[in-house]
């Protein structure tokens, strides 16, 4: 027979932080108040497990059980415990309460147990002094939750408003103390809280109050009594909870009497007899009856052996989070097995090697196998709406911070530069400047006439000497031929020295010291070489200075101008003070704190300053230390200080958080000054510890002592592998070159180490455990997005001081969400699996939880950012570590890793919408593929085609804001060119959109293949031969003309450019629409046009670079091939390319004022406005009333050219003139010119009086009735339709196919807005196929700007037979992230003599402008009915398509129609004949 522990002890110990958490009451304080139980503590538990030297020391926390096993140091997965404040009892029977406040502060509370006649003491010591600390406090008498004031107290009580007490404290040293006296006998509690008065500060016991049980008075035992049926009830119960176990006699009185002495309890804190016979007889209140820890009987299993066999079977179900019943369920199933082991006549001792060993049987149920968070191998994520994560922090555009600052002067080298640049020309190989501490050295190669020139040249001031050999590959020094040498030079083993001579150049009022070395053999490569100057080596950053004589050198420098699109004048002081940087690490962190407000008043361009400087150095492109011994604890002090200003930022500034974060990865987390002190001290203990005092670990040791850096976490990481692999000292190397520490590196620290390790074997253990402490020292500094390290930030650790080393201490972060320290323990357990599905859910879902905190002001806000951004990291390398777990997986788990990465990278982005919509959608395109519905593939195409475009745009926000900076600052610090051109690139890999890139390119053939699309989407299908051309952008060869047939590749192509002559076919992967002006374009000059999907085919492509390929299109596909031999010959003499010109007999005609400033729809002729005008005219009273005709008026023909004539714009005519005079002569920056002085027309009375009538009689809304502001925004409009006559698109177009532009005529058709729902354009003739018995149509939501204009994504587009008007078929969804919506309004439409020409297609080269600026929208589909709603989009497509069969049969040709839906019903705002 045994029995069990007291009670108490179990409730307690299984149930602290529920009842912390979960039972909190509102007291008389108004504050909320947890209780803190008298029981036997957890501390006692462990203590006790210590004491008989149990291999296993447990604790509980909260609902989970943690345990601390002795572990081998150096592991990735370190259990993860959660502090919580406990009460201890000590071996005096007193309680003692210890609490880890804030900053550090202590505080502990013990209570003296009463003997019969004295009284009970409350001692509160807390390590904290101020002459203003008060005790606000107040006790609970009986079972009231009101506060009572008792008659005794301490000197200086003050009562405060009748509802408590303040005491002052008593201060001594560091510490403060009170003493209280508690004589009541019916006081059962005593509450309070700390209150520095001064300052206003309150110390909460976890935001709630201090609550101490006091113990129950013998002698109010000894005077009440319990009837004998109760007790025998109460022991009853006991047994019942206990198992119902067999006791001896002298169990059985232990038993029934401590069941008396618990009632007896109950009734003396005020229950009546009456209410505990009624708990009793009540199911639901037996738990309310605690058993007495003062009064628990022997055990024969042990307390600890129970808390341990706990804590195995909990870890075995999967550590769930367990309710109060169920932990005490759990408890005494871990005591059954406990004592069924013992009654087979095992031993205690036997029982507590098998506990350790695991080998007791234990049998856990299923239902506990689940958690709040966890499931069995991963974990359950909350259900969020992705818009609680939205932000619309975007910054001032760049334009607006920029200051224009004066040109610097040039330095002598620079001058001297210069100077040899213009009398060299364009010979040069390679250039370079170098800092030299506070002074330059100059590095010329150039090429004249075949010999091999080069320059050095320096200001310094001392004598200086050139030790320098010549290379015939890279790296290697051979002495240089005799023919080569300068004169005085002295040839030594190998090399050569030359000593520098003071010269100058003509006209330059300065000296400079230079050689000149000239090379007239064939043959060398380079030259490497090194500085001497007073005894004294000077090097490149450690190594040899080299000079490459290659044309195609990556080092030579160029000279990013005046730093537009910069901070210029920030990056010219940080590169003042870069000398005084490369000191330590102190000095560099320091300048930067000291330039973060100056960066703030620059705006984001400030901050991108700071990002490339800091950039630069952690990639060791600048000095980390030089001469200058700095002590740890001060690098530490120096992080410390910047990271807490750019944490204010972050709070202050949201519109800057995205940068803030990227400086804060690459500077490290900094920390108390106790924190870097321990890397000089802790290195001196592993010496001592493990016998290891000289060879490298010395000289890694004074390189420590002498200034730390990032390195030396992977030195430290470099013995570990080397320890770990058996000694092998290939694993050392391997570590430290993947990393970027070479041996020249290692020599280059100002203390060198020359050394390789050299350990014996029975130092393995030992240095392992110690290296591995070490490691978390050096991350707690270095390394910000160290997740183990950040982990360990966020909930706390302690490491005690050996001898003189300091300890550490770092308290958890408070309020923490509940459950989060089981999360992070989660995701550290599961950080380096190979499937990385389940990691990647509890990464973000540890992301989702602390996201609320990283927008408050919070005391340890850094660390929470740097666990968030140590996390965002973790999701990166998991992904692509996790690659080969997609190999073989199915599209829906692709889409599923898609929607987390970009989860990922929406919470790290400032500016998310887009984002957010993304994730929207692919939530959507996950479900629509599990619902098997028949377009999920075509969905998720559009949804995948959309996250590109977002991502290119975050792409070219990095080159718009951190590429100049990068450039301007690289040139300024001499940074290696090709880190600078990277820069950008290398920014976006180090993020998740590298990581998102990957996985799209690996999902997009998956859904084309499922959705049948193909490779290709042709837009225009035409047979050509031509020789095939590789372009970054069409917009930049539009106005080029080939000389022979040509085949373009263009990587972006927009929708509005031209296509230059001689081009037969536009090959791009880029996705313009299928109505857009480029590919109305391309099918009426017969131009071959299609997007390419698949990067292999384009590479392919790419690859026959000037060859003649033969594309041979159908209307989905494109064959092509190699045109060779008789082939080519043949296709010469073929039609390849007829000249893009209009017959002979097609001619503008010039049109003449016809008296009339504005005229209705009803008075549209041909003399009189264009065909737009006319046929939008011809619809009215035509088509059904169920389509929508908007009313137009008109400014015709000549109205332009009358205005100008007037005599208030003389001077614009006549500025004019000069201007057409300039672009006839070929300077086409005339026609900006132009346009500009257009707009400086002034409207005749005349003019503004007769469209003010013709627009009221037709029931339009007149601009000038709302202000004259109103109607100047209208004239400016009209202005601008008139101008847009010589973009250079338009002018361009016109020239090339020989119309003459001076007679190109402009009318302005002008009709009101309707506030579109929907904007569509239809070909009644499908243009892919030319299938006629077939509608084409695309929709966008919004105005059709979107659709006409160049904004990127693709339109949803459809189909639809003729006959079956009700049938459309959806070819794909839409990828357009910006709709365009606007206010009623007007626009003003251009409507020119040279549109829709017979041969010649003149439509959408000019420009329609609405009155007022449409407002961009980013659009969410995922709420879209168009989308979303089948019925509702089958109804409005075939409408769409029904309006297009009716206008072309009213036409009587195929149409080129363009509409807009409101409300459901369709407008057509005009229509054209299909080309």
């Not at 490149?540 to 195609?552: A, C, I, L, P, R």
């Amino acid at each position: 027979m045994s029995n069990s522990i007291g009670r108490d002890v179990l409730h307690q110990s299984l149930l602290c932080s529920t009842v912390f958490e979960h039972q909190s009451k509102r007291h008389s304080s108004g504050i909320p108040a947890n209780s803190l139980f008298q029981a036997v503590s957890i501390n006692q538990l462990a203590g006790a497990s210590a004491a008989r030297k149990s291999p296993l020391s447990t604790k509980f926390y909260g609902t989970s059980l943690n345990a601390r096993p002795k572990m081998a140091m150096g592991r990735h997965r370190p259990v993860l415990i959660t502090p919580r404040a406990v009460l201890a009892v000590d071996s005096a029977s007193e309680l003692a309460g210890k609490f880890n406040l804030e900053g550090n502060v202590e505080l502990q509370v013990t209570v003296g147990a009463p003997t019969p006649g004295s009284l009970t003491q409350v001692n509160i010591e807390i390590s904290y002094s101020s002459n203003s600390l008060l005790l606000h406090w107040g006790a609970i008498r009986d079972k009231k939750e009101k506060w009572v004031l008792p008659s005794r107290q301490p000197d200086g009580t003050k009562n405060y408003k009748n509802r408590a007490l303040r005491t002052p404290f008593v201060s001594s040293a560091s510490k403060s103390f009170i003493k209280i006296e508690i004589d009541d006998p019916a006081i059962v509690a005593v509450e309070f809280l700390i209150l520095d008065e001064a300052l206003n500060k309150w110390f909460k016991n976890n935001g709630a109050n201090f609550h101490v049980k006091l113990p129950i008075r013998e002698e109010l035992i000894q005077n009440v009594s319990v009837p004998e049926d109760l007790v025998q009830t109460q022991a009853y119960l006991r047994w019942e909870r206990k198992g119902k176990q067999i006791y001896t006699p002298e169990q059985e009185k232990e038993e029934y009497e401590a069941a008396r002495t618990e009632l007896l309890e109950e009734i003396v804190r005020g229950t009546s007899v009456e209410d505990l016979r009624a708990k009793l007889t009540n199911k639901n209140d037996r738990q309310e009856i605690k058993e007495s820890s003062s009064h628990g009987t022997k055990n024969a299993i042990p307390d600890d052996l129970v808390q341990i066999q706990s804590y195995i079977r909990w870890e075995r179900a999967g550590k769930p989070n367990y309710s109060a019943d169920q932990q005490l369920r759990e408890f005494e199933e871990a005591r059954k097995e406990l004592q069924s082991e013992l009654e087979k006549g095992i031993s205690l001792d036997e029982i507590r090697k098998k506990i350790t060993k695991g080998e007791i049987q234990t049998k856990v149920s299923d239902q506990l196998k689940t958690k709040k968070y966890f499931r069995t191998e991963r974990i359950q994520r909350k259900q969020r709406d992705f818009m609680q994560i939205l932000n619309k922090h975007v910054a001032e555009p760049t334009e607006k911070k920029y200051i224009s600052v004066e040109p610097k002067a040039l330095t002598p080298v620079e001058l001297f530069v210069k100077a040899t640049e213009e009398q060299e020309g364009d010979s040069i190989l390679n250039k370079k400047i170098y800092k030299l501490a506070d002074k330059e050295l100059l590095v010329l190669a150039h090429k004249p006439g075949g010999k091999t020139k080069i320059h050095l040249v320096t200001d310094f001031k001392e004598p200086l000497i050139l030790h320098w050999a010549l290379s015939k590959k890279a790296g290697e020094w051979l002495a240089p031929p005799p023919s080569v040498m300068p004169a005085g030079s002295v040839s030594l083993s190998g090399a050569v020295e030359t000593k520098f001579t003071t010269s100058s150049l003509a006209d330059l009022p300065y000296q400079v010291q230079s050689i000149e070395i000239e090379i007239e053999e064939e043959g060398y490569v380079g030259m490497p070489f090194v500085l001497q100057s007073g005894g004294n080596w000077i090097k490149n950053k450690g190594s040899d200075f080299y000079v490459d004589f290659s044309y195609e050198s990556k080092q030579v420098q160029q000279d990013f101008g005046d730093g537009k699109g910069t901070a210029k004048a920030l990056l010219e002081k940080i590169a003042g003070l870069e000398i005084e940087a490369q000191k330590s690490f102190m000095h560099r962190f320091n300048i930067a704190a000291d330039l973060i407000q100056e960066a703030k008043e620059a705006g984001e361009l400030g901050f991108a300053g700071i990002l490339v400087w800091m950039r630069f150095m952690a990639t060791r492109q600048l000095i980390w230390n030089k001469n200058y011994n700095v002590k740890p604890r001060e690098i530490s002090k120096a992080q410390d200080r910047l990271t807490d200003l750019l944490q204010n930022v972050y709070i202050s500034n949201p519109e800057y958080r995205e940068i803030v974060r990227m400086i804060l990865s690459t500077v490290g987390r900094g920390g108390e000054g106790d924190v870097g002190q321990r890397i000089r001290d802790e290195i001196l203990v592993i010496q001592r510890n493990n016998n290891c005092k000289g060879g490298m670990m010395e000289e890694w040791h004074q390189k420590l002592h002498n200034n730390t850096s990032p390195d030396d976490v992977i030195i430290c990481q470099a013995l570990i592998d080397y320890i770990k692999s058996d000694f092998d000292i290939s694993a050392y190397w391997k570590t430290l070159n993947d990393n970027g520490i070479t041996k020249q590196r290692l020599l280059s620290y100002d203390r060198a180490i020359h050394s390789e390790p050299n350990f014996r074997r029975d130092q393995k253990d030992g240095l392992l455990r110690d290296l591995g402490n070490y490691m978390r020292t050096l991350k707690a500094v270095h390394s910000g997005a160290d997740l183990e390290s950040a982990i360990t930030n966020c909930l706390g650790y302690r490491s005690e001081g050996q001898g003189f080393m300091v300890g550490v201490q770092i308290n958890p972060i408070p309020n923490l969400p509940s459950g989060f320290p089981e999360l992070l323990q989660f995701v550290s357990e599961h950080v380096e699996d190979r499937n990385v599905e389940a990691l990647l859910e509890g990464l973000l879902e540890a992301r989702q939880e602390i996201r609320p905190l990283l927008f408050k002001h919070n005391d340890r806000l850094k660390d929470l950012l740097f666990l968030d951004i140590a996390l965002e990291s973790s999701v990166r390398t998991a992904i692509e570590r996790g690659y080969e777990e997609l190999n073989e997986a199915g599209p829906e788990k692709i889409m599923y890793f898609v929607s987390l990465i970009l989860e990922n990278l929406a919470l790290s982005s400032d500016d998310n919408e887009d984002l957010i919509y993304c994730l929207k959608g692919w939530s959507n395109a996950l479900s629509t593929s599990k619902s098997k519905s028949d377009n999920w593939a075509l969905f998720a195409k559009s949804v995948l085609d959309r996250t590109r475009l977002a991502l290119a745009s975050k792409a070219d926000w990095y080159q718009k804001v951190l590429q100049p900076s990068a450039e301007y600052l690289g040139t300024l610090l001499s940074v290696d060119k090709w880190a600078v051109d990277i820069f950008t690139e290398e920014m976006i890999r180090a993020g998740s959109a590298a990581a998102l890139s990957l996985l799209l390119n690996r999902l997009d053939p998956v859904l084309r293949k499922t959705a049948s699309l193909g490779s290709w989407q042709v837009i225009s299908p035409v047979e050509v031969f031509g020789y095939v051309a590789v372009v970054d952008e069409l917009l930049a060869v539009q106005d080029k003309s080939y000389d022979r047939p040509t085949i373009l590749l263009a990587r972006r192509v927009k929708g509005e450019e031209e296509i230059p002559d001689g081009t037969v076919a536009v090959l791009t992967a880029d996705m313009p629409d299928v109505l857009s002006h480029v590919s109305v374009r391309a099918r009426n000059c017969k131009v071959c046009f299609a997007t390419c999907f698949d990067p292999n085919i384009l590479a392919d492509l790419q690859s026959n670079e000037g060859k003649m390929l033969h594309l041979k299109p159908t209307s989905a596909d494109i064959a092509y091939s190699v045109v060779e031999g008789s082939e080519l010959q043949d296709s010469s003499s073929a039609n390849l390319k007829e000249e893009d010109g209009p017959s002979s007999s097609v001619a503008l005609v010039k049109k003449q004022f016809a008296g009339r400033y504005a005229i209705t729809s009803d008075e549209f002729t041909g003399e009189l406005v264009g065909a737009k005008s006319r046929n939008i005219a011809y619809l009215k009273g035509k088509v059904p009333s169920w389509i929508g005709i908007p009313t137009s008026v008109a400014l015709p023909f000549g109205v332009f050219e009358k205005v100008l004539s007037d005599d208030i714009n003389q001077a614009v005519a006549e500025k004019l003139q000069i201007l057409k005079q300039k672009l006839g002569e070929e300077d086409h920056s005339a026609l900006r010119e132009i346009r500009e002085t257009v707009l400086q027309m002034k409207a005749p009375n005349q003019l503004v009086q007769e469209l003010k009538t013709e627009m009221k009689s037709s029931g339009m809304p007149w601009p000038g009735d709302e202000g004259e502001q109103r109607w100047e925004q209208a004239w400016m409009a009209i202005k601008k339709v008139w101008a847009s006559k010589w973009n250079e698109r338009a002018f361009f177009s016109t020239r090339r196919v020989k119309l003459d532009h001076e007679y190109l005529c402009m009318a302005v058709l002008v009709q009101e807005i309707i506030n579109a729902d929907y904007a569509f354009v239809i070909h009644t003739t499908n243009p892919s196929s030319g299938d006629s018995s077939e509608i084409y149509a695309e929709v966008v939501k919004g105005l059709g700007e979107t659709l006409v204009g160049a904004y990127p994504g693709r339109a949803l587009s459809f189909v639809c037979k003729k006959n079956d008007l009700k049938s459309p078929r959806v070819l794909g969804y839409p990828s357009k992230p910006i709709g365009l919506f606007i206010r009623r309004s007007i626009i003003f439409r251009s409507d020119s003599n040279g549109e829709d020409l017979e041969g010649y297609a003149g439509a959408g080269l000019y420009d329609s402008v609405p009155m007022d600026e449409a407002e961009k929208v980013v659009l969410d589909y995922s709420s879209d009915h168009l989308i979303a709603d089948g019925h509702f989009q089958q109804s409005i497509l075939s409408s769409i398509a029904r309006a297009g069969c009716e206008i072309e049969e009213l036409f009587g040709s195929a149409q080129d129609i363009e509409g807009v839906v409101r409300d459901g019903k369709i407008y057509v705002v005009q229509t054209r004949p299909q080309m």
